[in-house]
């Protein structure tokens, strides 16, 4: 059986971000396959565990700060992952560790990278921090085996700027919904069903949640409804504590970081989501609240628009007054559940897709 080690992810499961749950939903359907190692990060492994749903997991330690602990971690990693696991193959999350391909080629392992988004858009990233993530970009586009990304917008992207042929196409993903209709933990946050607007995500400045709690508050007839924003910092800095500060005095809900029944209950009461980022890769949030049916009101960037949703479900990134218009106007209209296509969406066929990548390259 191939070995896998996935690096670049602060691990799995039940840790916050895209990239971790889309290593969490993905590996676990690969391991009748193959032997996967995920490699964690220490400081967000917050369990004993050894194996997660057929997964193996290894904890190696980096410093918590920002600007060295992905580039640390995944040196250790890329170390580890030939030394002590003996990967065939390593699985590189995100252009930041695609800096230690090469490290990787030379160690003589095959190598998958996958683009989940261009982070050094990302408004929380100083210029130093940005040029090393588009270096991280380049190399990994250079010298990984097969490049994977998760949306359309970032493969002609890729293709553009690398001349890159062997690009693959596979989405994220979304399971099934698991509705829960019981209320005891919106009874806890003091919310009533179908009478509160949500949002989920880490809060970093990229996800404009500070738009929406403008917006939010600028409405002049909320007819009863509380705006609920889930999430929370990897880092706390001034951000974060300026958005935490900001959503107590507007009276906001702010449950910190939740997964499991927790956000399926959320999720299954809520009114409208929101996700009003000016940078994604392809939102997995946004893939849950379809999933839950729920009216969704996003910004019009383009992995946003590469979903395909009813016009009506767009408003201009970045514009306040125009998000809040149509809260005001979905608010006032009572929004209904509605149905949409997610076949292309499935965890399943995601992982086919990317076993069929693994297969390439050491059959």
Known sequence: MKKIVVIGTRGIPNIMGGVETHCEELFPRMTHKYDIT?????????????????VKLANISSPKKKSLEAMIHSLKSVWAAKFRFHADILHIQGIGPALVVPIARLFGMKVVLTIHSHNYDHDKWGKLAKMILKFGE??????ANEVIVISNVIKNNIIEKYNKKNVYLIHNGVSAPNFIYTTHYLSELGVEPQKYILAVGRFAPEKNFHHLIEAFASLKNKNGYQLVLAGDA??????????????????????????????????????????????????????EAMSYNLPVLVSNIPPNLEIGLPQKSYFPMG????????????INEKPEKREYPLDKYQWETIAEQTMGVYEKIAP
């Open 319 to 330: 514009n306040v007054e125009k998000l809040a218009a149509k809260l005001q106007q979905l």
């Open 38 to 54: 995920v490699i964690r990060r220490t400081d967000y492994a917050k369990d004993n565990l050894q194996e997660y749903k057929g």
């Open 234 to 287: 990897d880092f706390e800095d001034q951000y974060s504590r300026k958005l935490k500060v900001i959503g107590r005095r507007r009276k906001i809900v702010l449950p910190g970081f939740i997964k499991g029944e927790k956000l399926q209950e959320l999720l299954t009461h809520a009114s409208v989501f929101v996700l009003p980022s000016s940078n994604e890769g392809l939102p997995i949030s946004l893939l």
């Open 138 to 143: 380049t190399v990994g586009c250079r010298f």
